[in-house]
């Protein structure tokens, strides 16, 4: 038996690219899919599958909304952007046993 053939036994299911079209073109059913086999994963990987999920989830969902309610939910995000990129952001930096602090 050859070692090379050995090196990827995953069941087709569970492998790379048929998990991420299932995210990416049906998320729901993706969403799903991942929950279920989470075991069969590290938990990065899992992560990073829901995360696909989840980003083509906003698109997919934005199809099923009226334009009224996406102007709103777009004029919301962008209060909330601008107000989270105001907000002054301190960092304590300590070296040797002097502190400074940093305002962005």
């Given at each position: 038996?050859?070692?090379?053939?050995?090196?990827?036994k995953k069941k087709w299911?569970?492998?790379?690219?048929?998990?991420?079209?299932?995210?990416?073109?049906?998320p729901p059913i993706g969403?799903?899919?991942?929950?279920?086999?989470?075991?069969?994963?590290?938990?990065?990987?899992?992560?990073?599958y829901l995360l696909w999920?989840?980003?083509?989830?906003?698109?997919?969902?934005?199809?099923?909304?009226?334009?009224?309610?996406?102007?709103?939910?777009?004029?919301?995000?962008?209060?909330?952007?601008?107000?989270?990129?105001?907000?002054?952001?301190?960092?304590?930096?300590?070296?040797?046993?002097?502190?400074?602090?940093?305002?962005?």
């Open positions: 038996m050859d070692p090379s053939n050995n090196r990827d299911y569970l492998k790379n690219g048929f998990v991420l079209a299932l995210c990416v073109i049906t969403y799903i899919h991942v929950l279920v086999n989470r075991k069969h994963w590290e938990r990065k990987e899992m992560l990073s999920a989840t980003v083509f989830t906003s698109f997919w969902l934005l199809k099923f909304i009226s334009k009224e309610v996406q102007l709103v939910a777009l004029i919301l995000a962008l209060i909330f952007l601008s107000i989270g990129t105001r907000k002054k952001i301190g960092l304590v930096y300590q070296s040797a046993g002097q502190s400074y602090f940093f305002r962005y």
